[in-house]
């Protein structure tokens, strides 16, 4: 008996227009906020039809967030051979920088308005606000065994401490978030938790 034909895969999506797609809605934040976040005009500037957009994000909220995803620094290979709380003090930099520009602005007016369970701020927590903390709890757990920081204090709620003020005022806008203000965040984990204060100049 002859074998059923073999169905041939659906059309693969392209790295190339992915990259068109988040770096026009990087643009469009960064220019208009989320009000000019359309799918016509992301579109128009990747370059693209519609319907490729629509075969990986099914609204502009959610291209939107992963322009944000895609927009955020990762740890690099220097920042990884650095002190450990050198590396947190340089990741919160990166992350209050991203935050302070229009791009960072547009995604926190974006926040605001939606549910707290819909996929745009789910995304938010599972895509981005994660991996942050997934790092940070490595930096943490390395800054104990070097005896920067002190052993006695909940990984957690260390975590919240750290990052919790770069996103009370990202969806507060009742102050910047520039480098003074990244190191400010360190400076006081430090005083509150460290056991030296080495290691993070």
Request: with cysteine.
């Amino acid at each position: 008996m002859d074998s059923p034909p073999v169905r041939a895969p659906g059309r693969p999506r392209s790295k190339k227009a992915r990259i068109a797609i988040l770096k026009a809605a990087r643009e469009l934040l960064q220019q208009g906020g989320l009000p000019a976040v359309t799918m016509e005009a992301i579109a128009q500037r990747a370059g693209v039809g519609k319907p490729t957009i629509y075969r990986t994000w099914a609204n502009r909220y959610e291209v939107a967030m992963a322009a944000l995803v895609d927009a955020a620094p990762e740890t690099t290979a220097s920042s990884r051979k650095a002190a450990p709380l050198d590396a947190l003090r340089h990741q919160l930099r990166q992350i209050a920088a991203l935050f302070d520009s229009a791009l960072g602005r547009g995604v926190a007016t974006m926040l605001i308005a939606a549910d707290a369970e819909s996929e745009v701020a789910r995304a938010f927590r599972n895509r981005f606000i994660t991996a942050r903390r997934d790092e940070g709890r490595a930096m943490l757990r390395e800054a104990l065994l070097m005896g920067d920081l002190r052993g006695k204090f909940d990984p957690e709620i260390a975590l919240d401490l750290i990052y919790g003020p770069l996103f009370y005022r990202l969806l507060m806008g009742h102050g910047g978030m520039g480098q003074d203000y990244a190191d400010a965040i360190v400076d006081c984990l430090v005083h509150g938790l460290g056991a030296s204060g080495k290691g993070a100049a």
